[in-house]
């Protein structure tokens, strides 16, 4: 079974956090909430309050096939400049594993310089991220080498889809896609 991190951190996008969640939950992968502090509650943009699994001290690449961040600006922000965040990042990017961001999200991928060519994120956010290949609205999801990114709220279920069909398999994603009526992605 797959591993996959969603970090949080206060200001999240709870649309996004919560539908990619669900959505590789229902296929089967084991999804790590993790916390950038040993407190479990973390607040979203929307006033919406998650529990965490656990924070993300001592997690590896190792422990992990994926590391998924969900967007919203302060969200962001936070895990562009959080020293655990970044590391596993880089770490993960090294080995050639996994990496995922939505939103704003791919900025934290910027700092990390993991990002690369050929990537979606929220509108105006390119304008903070100074690497080429932005496909603005080309399309909900965009793969570039080991890293996956998506536009924002509306994207997500697409996003989770997208996700499960990498990690899982065409038949965990078929039924997944049913069950949600999302016939769309």
């Not at 956010?125 to 793969?143: F, L, T």
Request: a negative charge; proline letters at 3%; one cysteine or more.
């Amino acid at each position: 079974m797959s591993r996959v991190l969603v970090p949080l951190a206060s200001g999240f996008e709870e649309i996004e956090a919560v539908s990619l969640i669900d959505v590789m939950r229902r296929a089967g992968i084991d999804v790590i909430m993790g916390s950038l502090s040993e407190i479990l509650l973390v607040r979203g943009a929307n006033g919406i309050t998650l529990q965490c699994d656990r924070s993300i001290d001592g997690l590896t690449a190792d422990d992990l096939d994926m590391i998924v961040l969900p967007g919203g600006w302060g969200a962001t922000k936070a895990l562009a400049h959080d020293e655990t965040v970044q590391s596993l990042l880089k770490e993960m990017d090294a080995k050639g594993k996994n990496i995922g961001a939505i939103c704003a999200a791919p900025y934290a991928l910027y700092t990390a310089g993991v990002l690369k060519e050929g990537y979606t994120c929220y509108p105006s956010i390119e304008e903070q991220i100074n690497v080429a290949g932005y496909r603005g609205d080309e399309s909900a999801v965009v793969q570039s080498g080991n890293v996956m990114t998506s536009r924002g709220p509306a994207t997500a279920i697409c996003f989770g889809l997208a996700i499960v069909k990498k990690l899982a398999d065409q038949a965990a994603y078929e039924k997944v896609r049913a069950g949600l009526l999302a016939e769309y992605c």
